[in-house]
């Protein structure tokens, strides 16, 4: 069985980078899609992008001046840059699998999610 | 972007009794490329539903999606009392996946 794991600093202050690492267990990274999707407290999820595990990514326009995101398929590890973070970046963010391609992709295994909040 | 919006915010029922949520779209979605969560408090979300009405693998069968185009229905038949939770929708035809805002299933 497939598990995602979230991990990084549960606190950012405002204009610094916020970094999160999501280890893959029970299987690989290779072969996949893996996106990123957050929520903002009483929010709606928000896609923030996927990357393929070659490395090629697709990102929200509303983030995609502020996001990258990279793969280690060495270490079964994805990760999430987001620059220059504002309070309205305070949120869950979960990592996924894009694990079932049906027209499009969708994920079908996702990470416990970590919380983030950005503050001084 | 595509806009889903979902109804009842919160949906109060029985164990046993008849579920229906709704899911609309602010255009088409191609494909009926359209999935159901559930998600638990402090649990990672579960795919129930893809392709609009393909029950995942493990999803069961008191589980139903249908709908076409902009309005989408999760069904479920017979509310166990695992099933009180929050379900969200997913649209993936277009590059920039959406979600819908979730509506809560709680006990009567």
């Known amino acids: 069985q497939v598990q995602l794991q979230e991990s990084g600093p549960g606190l950012v202050k405002p204009s610094e980078t916020l970094s999160l690492t999501c280890t893959v267990s029970?299987?690989?990274?290779?072969?996949?899609?893996w996106t990123w999707i957050r929520q903002p407290p009483g929010k709606r999820l928000e896609w923030i992008g996927y990357i393929h595990y070659s490395g090629t990514n697709n990102y929200n326009p509303s983030l995609k001046s502020r996001v990258t995101m990279s793969v280690d398929t060495s270490k079964d590890q994805l990760s999430l840059r987001l620059r220059s973070v504002t309070a309205a970046d305070t949120a869950v963010y979960y990592c996924a699998r894009l694990g079932i391609c049906s027209g499009g992709c969708l994920a079908d295994h996702w990470g416990q999610g970590i919380l983030v909040t950005v503050s001084s | 972007e595509i806009v889903l919006t979902q109804s009842p915010g919160t949906l109060s029922l029985s164990p046993g009794e008849r579920a229906t949520l709704s899911c609309r779209a602010s255009?088409?979605?191609?494909?009926?490329?359209l999935a159901w969560y559930q998600q638990k408090p402090g649990q990672a979300p579960r795919l129930l539903i893809f392709?609009?009405?393909s029950r995942a693998t493990g999803t069961p069968d008191r589980f139903s999606g249908s709908g076409s185009g902009t309005d989408f229905t999760l069904t479920i038949s017979r509310l166990e009392p695992e099933d009180f939770a929050v379900y969200f929708c997913l649209q993936y035809s277009t590059s920039t996946r959406t979600f819908g805002q979730g509506t809560k299933l709680e006990i009567k």
């Open positions: 029970g299987g690989s990274i290779s072969g996949y899609y």
């Open positions: 255009q088409s979605v191609s494909s009926a490329n």
């Open positions: 392709g609009a009405s």
